[in-house]
């Protein structure tokens, strides 16, 4: 294989990816809309599961299959589904809740609009010119290595604040 040949598929592996990623990430921020638009509150949960799949497509495309899997199990296998049990457990509105659309919606995308003002700000004036350049791609046992050894504190006060949050789901939901 020439070298021009080889170039010239590099070519269209890194178009294919441009495209995969536009195309997820205009059914990512569709999903998002839908997620703090939709007045029923199980199926913004689904259109939650619909944003974080898409995460972890993003992760696949850049070769990092390890984060991907664990964004699968941890937010969409473990989080979206306490996400539910609280839901369910504290007998929240499952239908349309029309109050809800209706109330401080203006006041709601300006807070959103400042949010993200603030933070491409931050993120222009912190990497205005700098280039992420990579070594060597990481493997999992050496990511694996890195959450169960330097951050096993924060791995752990992760999974206590989930149990928190399930406790107080239960405690809500209790009658008195």
Known sequence: ??????????????????????????????????????????????????????????FILLGSEFVAVTQVLVYIGAVVVLFLFGVMLTRASLGDDESVAKEKRGMAAFVGLLLFAVMATALIDTFEDNRLVVEQPQSVSTVSDAIFSKHIVAFEAVSVLLLAALIGAIVVARKD
């Open 1 to 58: 294989m020439s070298f021009l040949a080889a170039l010239s598929a590099d070519a269209d592996i890194v178009v294919a990816q441009n495209v995969f990623f536009a195309f997820i990430a205009i059914a990512m921020i569709y999903a998002a809309l839908r997620v703090v638009t939709t007045s029923n509150v199980v199926h913004a949960a689904l259109w939650l599961v619909l944003v974080l799949a898409g995460v972890a497509a993003q």
